[in-house]
């Protein structure tokens, strides 16, 4: 450890490892890695600085989020699978983007109310199955005209990944049809 506190002395960088607290596992994990460190051959750069530090710990951080994200079985996870932040039209007013942006994370009136109230899962008004957000645009009998009318041959999931006025439309004319408006 000596040479290495040399060469980290004159860029006020120091790496102190305290072993105490043996027998914590988070604590034996970092003891193993110190122990390591001090065997694996030193790499040295005069280009390296803090803040190299703080975007290697960013892009890790980020990498992790992404790699949990994958596996995460949420609605919104299979609307959104790359995490991107999605731009919507800013010339459609918000009672228009509203109802479509609360089925993209799934979290609605009709499929939340038993969480807000304490009651039993809602069921659909239109057929009695468990109702959800897959189930009101996608699987519902009752729906499957209007579900035909309003989007075609088109993928409501499709719909709601794509955040365009005709999608957002789209979406918006199948609840006002189906009267779920309200309830979303």
Request: glycine share 2%; proline share 7%; with cysteine.
């Amino acid at each position: 450890m000596k040479n290495k506190n040399n060469w980290l002395l004159p860029h006020k960088l120091r790496i102190m490892w305290v072993p105490s607290h043996s027998g914590i596992i988070g604590n034996m994990l970092a003891d193993s890695i110190a122990k390591e460190m001090c065997h694996s051959p030193t790499i040295t750069s005069p280009l390296f600085v803090k803040g190299d530090i703080y975007r290697l710990i960013a892009q890790l951080r980020s990498t992790n989020l992404a790699a949990d994200w994958v596996i995460y079985n949420h609605h919104y996870s299979r609307i959104n699978p790359n995490r991107t932040k999605p731009n919507f039209p800013t010339s459609l007013a918000v009672n228009l983007i509203t109802p479509y942006i609360r089925l993209r994370i799934g979290h609605t009136i009709i499929t939340n109310a038993h969480l807000l109230d304490g009651s039993r899962i809602s069921q659909c008004p239109f057929c009695e199955s468990t109702v959800s957000v897959l189930h009101l645009l996608v699987f519902c009998p009752a729906l499957d005209s209007l579900r035909l009318i309003n989007f075609n041959n088109d993928d409501p999931i499709q719909l709601l990944m794509n955040p365009t006025i005709s999608n957002i439309s789209k979406i918006y004319n199948y609840l006002k049809d189906t009267d779920l408006l309200r309830c979303i």
